[in-house]
């Protein structure tokens, strides 16, 4: 049974930082495509950013280019969302989806067959 959990959300002052974590049972990341998208409140799911299965790069929204990274930590099974210079518009739950289907877009949710729960991610003042 594959299980995506998502942690490392919370609140956070504009400008601060969180790392969002993905950890998966019953599933090798690391031989997939894994992506996180976010949905605020009234808005479509939106991707965020994706790492490429094995050395195959990563990808990442205009809108958080340069201030979010993703990684992998193939032994632990786990792909991080670094979240730096946060952002009111970046307040949204957060989601990690795996399982893509070949050749489709990444931010593209109905790409990805497997869902996380989700992380809920608030930046205020």
């Known amino acids: 049974q594959v299980q995506l959990v998502e942690s490392g959300g919370g609140l956070v002052q504009p400008g601060g930082s969180l790392r969002l974590s993905c950890a998966a049972s019953?599933?090798?990341?690391?031989?997939?495509?894994v992506a996180w998208f976010r949905q605020a409140p009234g808005k479509e799911r939106e991707g965020v950013s994706c790492?490429?299965?094995?050395?195959?790069?990563?990808s990442y929204a205009d809108s958080v280019k340069g201030r979010f990274t993703i990684s992998r930590d193939k032994p632990k099974n786990t792909v991080y969302l670094q979240m730096n210079s946060l952002k009111p518009e970046d307040t949204a739950a957060y989601y990690c989806?795996?399982?893509?289907?070949?050749?489709?877009?990444?931010?593209?949710?109905?790409?990805?067959?497997?869902w996380g729960q989700g992380t809920q991610v608030t930046v205020s003042s």
């Open positions: 989806a795996t399982d893509q289907a070949y050749g489709s877009r990444w931010d593209f949710p109905q790409s990805f067959g497997f």
């Open positions: 019953g599933y090798p990341l690391d031989n997939h495509a």
């Open positions: 790492i490429g299965s094995s050395a195959s790069g990563t």
